[in-house]
């Protein structure tokens, strides 16, 4: 795939530098790809083989606990990795990396000890919202410390721009986690907290790796906290937070209000749709912006125009991603029966609402760059905000009402919502411009590929072959056709 987007990139013109820049965000992207397409395949390995091992009542349990990780991490540690990132080149610039480094440990530091006092202070709280156990919950902030030193060296590693060291790390943590959670689930009667230790195990390993990486130690001096740092950190970083626990309530609050009307079963089908979908969809999507970001924060800060660059990933972004959401929402019935015990077959209506909420919530990745350049990270957190309230409203009274399929259209609704903001609030000079002749390109695509796919219906052939097949028509149609669409991503 990526070899096959290379071959469009070398017909681009340059304009002002723009396929110099291009030429090095793929490069990098070559690098990301392995570490990508292997988590890829793992997200895909764990759905038949956690199916397989856990009953639909304990997947809900770990559907929740990942849950729940998911929402403690967004508050009190992901923004900090992601604060490090935005202003990391700036302080290099400074040569203040070593003081910059000891202030991100230390708002770190001081984030996990708030965030056990208030657990241990609301966790009465904490059992009854979420629905959870102690136990689990116990397990849960356990696994806080090493997940948020992971998140941390990760965007370190970003910042400095080590594609290599990242798959390596990204590989390593993969593989040992499936290996360690089957092995400790067939050993003992533990259930989905099998998982929850095997991720322990693992995360701690590779922060280790990470920390050897990052040779974080060289820079991390017992110097007192820069106060214009930890100003410029939380303006950031607080806004992203906020933004991001919209997210988390638009996509994750589902399998917590399933619980309550209708039990962990029903929590356990979303949490199979979910990870038949978004883990693996945005995996491979995030390729493009997980190479793209950092480089493009250096650009700007160099004083260079990024939005033509924006503006043609955002091509390359829909080449990959739209033909793959489509494939998997027609085929969703199939995909489920052959990646998921039979027991957890009634989850396949989900599919589709699921992957075209994956497609665009990765979409607006391209669509935000401009709030975070700007450092108008309170705009994004608004529209998040806004998108938030109303797709919880969307999610208590569809899934109250509708059952299942009330998760999927509460979930579709309000990430197309929010899609919907972001292209119409703007930031001038940094707006996102829309590569028109190229989705049009793309769309026309889908004609005589369309054509193929009814064909194939009729046929006996494989499902997953059927799908490579209409992918591989896609592709050659969009390859062979690009001499009438020159320019691309222009």
Not at 10 to 35: C, R
Not at 151 to 173: D, H, M, Y
Request: glycine share 4%; hydrophobic share 55%.
């Amino acid at each position: 795939m990526i070899q096959f987007i290379t071959m469009a990139e070398e017909s681009v013109t340059s304009t002002n530098g723009t396929e110099i820049q291009i030429k090095h965000i793929f490069n990098d992207m070559l690098k990301y790809a392995p570490s990508k397409i292997f988590g890829l395949l793992g997200n895909m390995l764990i759905v038949p083989v956690y199916t397989n091992l856990l009953s639909p009542s304990q997947y809900g349990v770990y559907a929740i606990s990942l849950a729940v990780l998911s929402f403690l991490c967004i508050i009190f540690s992901d923004w900090i990795g992601l604060s490090g990132l935005r202003f990391f080149r700036q302080n290099q610039l400074n040569e203040k990396i070593p003081n910059y480094i000891s202030t991100l440990v230390f708002v770190l530091v001081t984030n996990l000890l708030s965030m056990y006092g208030l657990c241990f202070i609301f966790r009465q709280k904490f059992y009854e919202y979420f629905s959870i156990s102690p136990k689990i919950f116990l397990f849960i902030l356990l696994l806080i410390i090493p997940v948020a030193i992971r998140a941390l060296l990760f965007q370190v590693l970003r910042a400095q721009i080590r594609p290599g060291a990242f798959t390596v790390s990204t590989i390593i943590n993969q593989v040992l986690t499936i290996l360690l959670a089957v092995g400790i689930i067939k050993l003992y009667d533990f259930g989905a907290v099998s998982i929850l230790i095997a991720m322990a195990v693992s995360i701690s390993f590779v922060d280790v790796l990470l920390i050897v990486q990052t040779k974080i130690l060289k820079y991390l001096k017992p110097k007192k906290p820069n106060k214009d740092m930890l100003k410029a950190l939380y303006q950031y970083g607080t806004p992203i937070a906020l933004a991001s626990l919209s997210i988390w309530v638009i996509n994750q609050s589902n399998k917590f209000i399933t619980t309550h009307y209708y039990g962990l079963s029903d929590a356990g089908f979303v949490g199979v749709a979910y990870n038949l979908t978004f883990p693996i969809l945005m995996t491979l999507f995030s390729i493009i912006t997980i190479a793209a970001f950092p480089r493009i924060i250096n650009l700007y800060e160099d004083n260079i125009d990024v939005r033509p660059i924006i503006s043609k990933l955002t091509g390359y972004f829909v080449l990959i991603s739209l033909p793959l959401v489509v494939f998997i929402s027609l085929y969703a019935k199939d995909l489920t029966n052959i990646f998921a015990n039979s027991q957890y077959a009634g989850s396949y209506i989900l599919i589709p609402y699921f992957a075209f909420s994956a497609f665009f919530l990765s979409f607006t990745d391209f669509t935000t760059y401009q709030y975070h350049l700007a450092n108008k990270t309170i705009v994004l957190t608004l529209l998040k905000v806004v998108s938030a309230v109303l797709g919880l409203f969307l999610n208590i009274v569809l899934i109250k009402n509708m059952g299942l399929i009330g998760v999927g259209i509460a979930l579709l609704i309000s990430n197309l919502f929010y899609f919907v903001l972001t292209l119409v609030v703007k930031m001038k000079k940094l707006e996102w411009k829309v590569p028109y002749k190229e989705l049009i390109h793309l769309f026309l695509c889908f004609v005589p590929t369309m054509v193929l796919y009814v064909l194939l219906k009729q046929s006996e052939i494989f499902p997953l072959f059927q799908i490579n097949i209409l992918l591989l028509m896609y592709y050659s149609f969009y390859y062979f056709s690009c001499r009438y669409f020159k320019d691309f991503g222009v």
